[in-house]
């Protein structure tokens, strides 16, 4: 039987990853220069990790005997089309922020839940990692 307070949270996590910002721009590219290919390059880098980040925290679901939650992207993306890349950067670190300490929260509450528990914190090192690299981009500052 499903623990559905793992499952719940869980499914959160997966929620956080499938239908990121980053993920959503990597379907909906925003305007950049040729000066911006390094920014363009770390964000479908940490889209693609998320999915791959995601897939795992569907399995987990799964492996805890829950069911994946749908969900879709915040319908305040949809007012970033065709944005440039410059404006973009700092609400993506923004969202990315909001991601770590969600994810840390997570990661306590599945204190009892020891490999549910492991794939959150995974999921906390590379929200992290990604946090680092988007603060490294000259955009990030508004350069």
């Not at 959503?24 to 990790?49: E, G, H, K």
């Not at 770590?100 to 204190?111: P, T």
């Not at 995974?122 to 990604?130: K, S």
């Amino acid at each position: 039987m499903a623990n559905r307070k793992t499952v719940d949270i869980l499914n959160r996590l997966l929620g956080r990853h499938m239908h990121s910002l980053a993920v959503y721009l990597s379907s909906a590219p925003p305007w950049a220069s040729p000066s911006d290919a390094q920014a363009l390059t770390v964000l479908r880098q940490i889209a693609d990790d998320q999915k791959l980040m995601g897939d795992r925290i569907a399995t987990a679901v799964l492996d805890e005997g829950g069911r994946l939650q749908g969900g879709e992207f915040p319908m305040t993306f949809t007012d970033l089309h065709d944005l440039g890349i410059r404006y973009l950067i700092p609400q993506v670190v923004s969202c990315q922020r909001d991601d770590v300490a969600a994810i840390r929260s997570a990661v306590e509450q599945l204190r009892d839940a020891p490999l549910a528990r492991a794939v959150a914190e995974e999921a906390l090192g590379a929200a992290q990692g990604h946090l680092d690299s988007l603060l490294e981009l000259p955009q990030a500052a508004g350069r």
